[in-house]
């Protein structure tokens, strides 16, 4: 155990930790948007997926990371589109059809691997960014300013979507239609078209979350994301719903997962229970999920399809 | 605005549905969903430059062309019946059990430790025992999900799927340490996670000799007979569709809304657990193995089985044949890769276009009995239809699993 409280494998847990909580962090803050207008997406698995497998195919034919990262944005946008016309103008029931664009996910992302790639090669992960001056600073600077630019984004968007959920005119809407669309739809304000914002703008961003992780290890593998897309929904309940909360709940599951991997590495966990402490994560978000329930108020309206007249 | 502008507007006034309309959006829906998604499968053999026409014949030979391949067919469809009929139970409660292979997983191992530790009881002792067994295992996991839903209204889809990671990390651990063949030599297995040969007590029975096809299908058959009894020819079965129904109306008419959807979790555990035990006592291993995957085991049994409900119309009886239909789709997947190479990945592409067509075509079914409805009411007297439709809408909308 001593071994692990030395100053420079703190500070790499610490670092990969943060690695590891991004494209949670990225897929759980757009399906926050997407569930503060009313919409519960649970495709964000597979298109997260797809965002993976787009990024990884470009960026292996092309050799830029950028153009991948960029494409894995526009595949999710397009499932965005597909999903929002199911559960938005034909009023599907919003948990199983999301369960399909999983699966159709799931399948379609492995074909294409299969089909064009088959033996799997490494692209190049992207590169770490040292922040002037902050990343000086002795293990903080090791730890939060040696990321990729992926990261930083994702956690630049944090106080971003709070600021448009809570001090623009578009996330008044955005609340006002997840809370009760007959009165957003009586004073004028679209429910179709602020969800179909949401919902868009929420699988671009579990495309980028999807081009993100691929990008960790620069390598795709059949199921790739290992249900992170769900874990991700999981952290928007568990962060009531904010984007604070959210962030702190992919730090959280960050921490676990990079903990239990370095002390496996460090034979603090035998391996033989390796697989035993694997379900830590899990565990503790199911737990979480209990303690926190009732706690918050979801919004009023999630997963309710809007049918004018009510 | 005249009252005419708002009825002209209305999506109500669409044209009147037509007995053709009316054939398209029930009999007729489930198979054109399928038949799309079969469709955008053919492009996709196209996309890979392969002859769609030559990959479904193959799928179709593999799947139903001769006697050991119906065989195959029914061996594969066993396990997603059998999840598919605890799917039906509890969306009919409204609670969406996405945790099949999870169930699958802790049923398998319960009863194949059961095995383990008794292999000499004799086999119509032992073979009841290890399913009753299965079901418990399946039963329990769903049963904290249950808990959780009925008692704290956590979220069951997420739960659910959180359990399932848990459930495959124990059966890796489990399988890759306790329940380990010790006896096998790692030069020869290399690192497979398996248990030993479990003993023959508890193999389930040939039924058909020359073919795989074992007790299995019986089990899969009386379940899914005894599922539509339960549901539809029960007190209990009542109550979890009055729950499903309307949890709010359930409730003002005394029934006990929490229990029932607390034992729907169970009972469709139960089912996925069964499930487990078939993937194991009937397999050609005879053993329980897995490569460490999270589908290694299930094969995603518990996913396909969701895919099998819907298309089923979440009816247990209907189940059979969506089973029946979807493990050909599974087994001659296998055959099309083997003759036009194109992955088996292809049908889990298909199955969750088959997905978003069926739950997409759900409304407009919905809107369909509405504008009959309306008309209906239209004949007896003007201007109510707008508004009677529209409020049935709603409560069809709400109502709806």
Not at chain 2, 162 to 173: G, S
């Amino acid at each position: 155990m001593s071994a692990f409280f030395t100053y420079a494998i703190l500070t790499a847990t610490i670092a990969s930790a943060i690695q590891y909580a991004t494209p949670f962090l990225l897929a759980a803050l757009g399906e926050t948007l997407g569930q503060r207008s009313g919409v519960l997406n649970l495709g964000v698995d597979g298109i997260m997926l797809m965002g993976a497998f787009s990024c990884y195919y470009v960026a292996l034919q092309t050799g830029s990371d950028l153009l991948g990262i960029l494409v894995g944005i526009g595949v999710g946008a397009v499932l965005g589109l597909i999903t929002a016309f199911m559960s938005v103008t034909l009023r599907a029931q919003q948990g199983i059809s999301g369960i399909g664009v999983y699966i159709f996910g799931l399948g379609l992302s492995d074909l294409l691997f299969v089909r064009f790639v088959g033996t799997p090669l490494p692209v190049n992960p992207l590169p770490a960014v040292n922040i002037p001056l902050l990343s000086k600073i002795p293990a903080v600077g090791r730890m939060f300013f040696q990321q990729n630019l992926l990261i930083y984004l994702a956690f630049v968007l944090v106080p971003a979507l709070a600021f448009v959920l809570y001090h623009t005119n578009f996330g008044t809407k955005v609340l006002a239609v997840g809370e009760n669309p007959a009165a957003a739809d009586s004073v004028g304000i679209s429910v179709t078209r602020t969800r179909y914002v949401t919902v868009v703008l929420g699988c671009t961003m579990a495309g980028l979350a999807g081009a993100t992780l691929l990008l960790l290890d620069g390598i795709f593998q059949e199921n790739l994301t290992q249900s992170a897309g769900f874990i991700a929904v999981a952290l928007v309940y568990f962060g009531a719903w904010r984007p604070a909360g959210v962030m702190t709940g992919s730090l959280l599951y960050g921490v676990v997962t990079a903990v239990v991997l370095q002390w496996k590495s460090l034979g603090i966990i035998p391996t033989s229970a390796a697989d035993l402490a694997a379900t830590a994560p899990a565990v503790i978000t199911v737990l979480a999920l209990v303690a926190l329930a009732g706690r918050f108020k979801q919004p009023a309206a999630l997963g309710k399809p809007y049918v004018r007249g009510a | 605005m005249t009252t005419t502008d708002v009825q002209v507007g209305s999506p109500l006034r669409a044209p009147r549905p037509t007995a053709w309309r009316r054939l398209l959006l029930t009999w007729l829906a489930l198979p054109l969903s399928a038949l799309a998604a079969l469709l955008i499968g053919a492009l996709l053999i196209l996309a890979f430059g392969a002859d769609p026409i030559t990959g479904y014949h193959a799928l179709l030979s593999g799947a139903f062309g001769g006697s050991y391949a119906l065989a195959s067919t029914a061996q594969k469809a066993v396990p997603l019946l059998l999840v598919a009929v605890g799917i039906c139970i509890a969306v009919r409660a409204s609670v969406w059990n996405i945790g099949g292979e999870g169930q699958i997983v802790t049923g398998a191992l319960a009863s194949t430790a059961t095995a383990l530790a008794l292999p000499n009881l004799p086999a119509f002792v032992l073979i009841p025992l290890v399913v009753v067994v299965a079901a418990a295992g399946g039963a329990i996991w769903a049963g904290i999900a249950g808990f959780f839903k009925a008692y704290f209204n956590v979220n069951e889809i997420l739960s659910t799927i959180m359990l399932n990671l848990v459930a495959v990390q124990v059966m890796n651990y489990l399988l890759s340490g306790p329940m380990i063949n010790k006896a096998q030599s790692f030069a020869i297995t290399g690192s497979i996670p398996q248990t030993r040969l479990l003993s023959k007590n508890s193999w389930l029975p040939t039924i058909v000799s020359g073919t795989q096809l074992n007790l299995g299908v019986v089990i899969a058959v009386a379940v899914a007979v005894a599922g539509y009894f339960l549901l539809w020819r029960t007190g209990f079965g009542f109550r979890i569709r009055a729950v499903g129904l309307s949890r709010d109306a359930a409730a003002y008419s005394g029934m006990p809304v929490k229990r029932t959807i607390m034992s729907a979790m169970v009972l469709s555990g139960a089912c996925c657990g069964i499930a487990g035990a078939v993937l194991v006592f009937g397999s050609i291993s005879h053993r329980m193995v897995t490569d460490g995957s999270l589908t290694g085991f299930t094969g995603n049994d518990g996913f396909n089985g969701i895919v099998v409900a819907l298309f089923g119309g979440l009816n247990p009886l209907w189940s059979i044949l969506s089973a029946y239909l979807f493990g050909g789709l599974l087994v001659g997947g296998t055959s099309m890769q083997g003759v036009i190479g194109v992955p088996t990945d292809l049908v889990t592409t298909i199955e969750g276009l088959v997905v978003i067509f069926v739950v997409s075509i759900d409304y407009l079914r919905v809107r369909s009995r509405i504008q009959e409805e309306a008309q209906r009411l239209g004949q007896e007297k003007e201007g109510v239809p707008a508004s009677a439709g529209r409020s049935l809408l709603i409560k069809l909308v709400r109502a709806r699993p």
